[in-house]
């Protein structure tokens, strides 16, 4: 089988993108390997720092052997990142003054992140002060924040 070009929505490729959308708007971005198990950290314009958690959208090609995906097997990764992501940044949440936050993909056709994250609980949310940021394709971003019902676009204040 060869090789498949990585799709825009793969974890890495929506790490990149954040990361660079982060830098364009003057966010302090920590270099990946002095970080111990988060995907990205990060200091904003007013000094507060960041711990990023981000998933990707699973791969809609072909599986190792060649075999087409079926609709089950990505429905069924994308709900076990989803929990993968809010375990992982539950157990990073080790200091008050550090804010947490989940980046998901902004899928153009599916908005299971949107959904599911819309529909957890506003007390959760609010009560575990987590952030939640959508990556578009082309850099677009929306967020989240913990108090809010609905993603707004981005401002230069996310707070």
């Given at each position: 089988?060869?090789?498949?070009?990585?799709?825009?929505?793969?974890?890495?490729?929506?790490?990149?993108?954040?990361?660079?959308?982060?830098e364009n708007h003057g966010w302090?971005?920590?270099?990946?390997?002095?970080?111990?198990?988060?995907?990205?950290?990060?200091?904003?314009?007013?000094?507060?720092?960041?711990?990023?958690?981000?998933?990707?959208?699973?791969?809609?090609?072909?599986?190792?052997?060649?075999?087409?995906?079926?609709?089950?097997?990505?429905?069924?990764?994308?709900?076990?990142?989803?929990?993968?992501?809010?375990?992982?940044?539950?157990?990073?949440?080790?200091?008050?003054?550090?804010?947490?936050?989940?980046?998901?993909?902004?899928?153009?056709?599916?908005?299971?992140?949107?959904?599911?994250?819309?529909?957890?609980?506003?007390?959760?949310?609010?009560?575990?002060?987590?952030?939640?940021?959508?990556?578009?394709?082309?850099?677009?971003?929306?967020?989240?924040?913990?108090?809010?019902?609905?993603?707004?676009?981005?401002?230069?204040?996310?707070?």
């Amino acid at each position: 089988m060869k090789p498949v070009k990585p799709e825009w929505h793969n974890e890495d490729q929506v790490e990149t993108k954040f990361r660079r959308w982060l830098e364009n708007h003057g966010w302090h971005v920590q270099l990946r390997p002095g970080m111990t198990g988060s995907d990205i950290c990060a200091t904003d314009s007013r000094g507060i720092s960041w711990v990023f958690e981000v998933k990707g959208y699973p791969g809609t090609f072909q599986k190792r052997d060649g075999a087409n995906k079926s609709r089950n097997i990505i429905v069924s990764q994308r709900r076990t990142w989803l929990i993968e992501g809010l375990g992982q940044i539950v157990s990073r949440m080790t200091k008050e003054n550090v804010r947490y936050a989940l980046v998901f993909p902004d899928h153009p056709t599916d908005k299971y992140f949107e959904t599911k994250t819309l529909g957890m609980p506003h007390f959760l949310r609010s009560k575990l002060s987590l952030w939640i940021y959508l990556v578009g394709s082309e850099m677009r971003v929306r967020i989240l924040a913990p108090e809010s019902d609905q993603f707004t676009e981005w401002s230069n204040d996310p707070a």
